[in-house]
């Protein structure tokens, strides 16, 4: 692994040299995956970002989990537009008991489904879930460190950084591909952005998807714009593809703060995978212009 110093010294090249490196990694292909938000609002914990925690008053509309035929509709539409991967979202720390077993039949459902592969980003994980998990057949279980662990308290304080980074090394031990990556512009230094990218270097993720804040109103962090510019997001993905050569390192959450010309850049050089559609409760990108972008750059779509 690539150590601190030059990480600090390649993130501080001149921009064009550093992706110029960075490209050395990226492959010629792009995977798409899509996402249902399952379960929406209502979180007990404390994320300063985020428009689901019951501690903001953000207006946000909550419901319980939905139904399995939802899930398994929404996976198969998301092969329309390219998608190899489905990822089931909840809101919430940790699964809950109640709505575990339908979870676990959701999963079994979108295994079924030729062409697309399961992924999972339910919370905080125990043992006993991690194995249940992996039994029926779960591909990719998604859960972000967010953020460096020097900076983690300024964003949370209702768990811990090492109760996430417990979760992934759970997610590796029953076998199943880890999904692990960050959100951009909450304020973190460049330097923690680089230990961002070396911690992610130590948990040797299959997937790593970079998001980038996009402030929700009534949350601490609403007036957080400015935190970070198109150049810095741009040098953060390149420094992250460089620490994680193997990693497909995926652009999501907040991705249309990049001017079009800046994604297309991002898929040159240091991304080779998107989530398309909507997110969780902001509005994402169009996945046919996401397709027609792809194509436009000479890629292809896997």
Same mark, same amino acid.
């Given at each position: 692994? !690539?150590?601190?110093?030059? &990480?600090?010294r390649?993130?501080?090249?001149d921009?064009?040299? &550093?992706l110029n490196?960075s490209?050395m990694?990226?492959k010629?292909?792009v995977?798409?995956?899509s +996402?249902?938000n399952?379960r929406?609002?209502? /979180?007990?914990q404390?994320?300063?970002?985020c428009?689901?925690?019951s501690?903001y008053?953000?207006?946000?509309d909550?419901f319980?989990?939905?139904d399995?035929?939802?899930?398994?509709?929404?996976a198969?539409?998301?092969?329309k537009?390219g998608?190899?991967r489905?990822?089931?979202?909840?809101s919430?720390?940790? @699964?809950?008991?109640?709505?575990?077993?339908k979870?676990? /039949?959701?999963?079994?459902?979108?295994?079924? $489904?030729?062409? +697309?592969?399961s992924?999972?980003s339910?919370?905080?994980?125990?043992e006993?879930q991690?194995?249940?998990l992996?039994?029926?057949g779960?591909?990719r279980?998604?859960?972000?460190i967010? !953020?460096?662990r !020097?900076?983690?308290?300024?964003?949370?304080?209702?768990?811990?950084f090492?109760?996430? $980074?417990?979760? /992934?090394?759970l997610v590796k031990?029953y076998?199943m591909?880890?999904? /692990?990556?960050?959100i951009?512009?909450m304020?973190e230094t460049?330097?923690?952005?680089?230990?961002?990218a070396?911690?992610?270097?130590?948990?040797?993720?299959d997937?790593? @998807?970079?998001?980038?804040?996009m402030?929700?109103?009534?949350t601490?962090?609403?007036?957080y714009?400015?935190?970070?510019?198109e150049?810095?997001?741009l040098?953060t993905?390149?420094?992250?593809? $460089?620490?994680?050569p193997?990693?497909?390192?995926?652009?999501?959450?907040g991705?249309?703060r990049?001017?079009?010309?800046?994604?297309e850049k991002?898929?040159?050089?240091?991304?080779d995978?998107?989530?398309?559609?909507?997110?969780l409760? !902001?509005?994402g990108?169009?996945p046919q212009?996401?397709?027609?972008?792809v194509k436009? $750059?000479g890629k292809?779509?896997?």
């Open positions: 692994m !690539t150590d601190k110093e030059e &990480l600090i390649l993130y501080n090249l921009l064009q040299e &550093l490196i490209q990694y990226v010629n292909d995977e798409f995956c +996402l249902i399952a929406n609002g209502k /979180c007990s404390n994320c300063k970002y428009a689901q925690s501690h008053n953000t207006e946000i909550t319980p989990l939905v399995v035929d939802k899930v398994v509709n929404a198969e539409d998301s092969l537009y998608a190899s489905f990822a089931i979202v909840t919430g720390k940790t @699964p809950q008991e109640s709505d575990f077993a979870i676990l /039949c959701m999963i079994e459902k979108i295994n079924k $489904i030729e062409g +697309l592969k992924c999972a339910i919370g905080i994980l125990n006993e991690a194995q249940k992996a039994m029926v779960l591909k279980f998604h859960h972000n967010n !953020t460096s !020097t900076y983690y308290p300024e964003v949370c304080t209702t768990h811990s090492e109760e996430r $980074i417990n979760t /992934c090394k031990k076998g591909e880890l999904c /692990c990556g960050v951009l512009g304020g460049p330097e923690q952005r680089i230990e961002m070396m911690i992610l270097a130590e948990l040797e993720p997937s790593i @998807p970079v998001n980038i804040l402030p929700i109103a009534h601490p962090f609403e007036n714009i400015d935190k970070i510019d150049e810095n997001i040098r993905l390149a420094i992250i593809k $460089i620490a994680n193997k990693s497909v390192v995926r652009l999501c959450g991705r249309m990049l001017s079009r010309e800046n994604q991002a898929l040159m050089t240091s991304v995978g998107l989530m398309t559609g909507n997110y409760t !902001t509005i990108a169009n212009q996401d397709i027609e972008m436009n $750059i292809k779509i896997i």
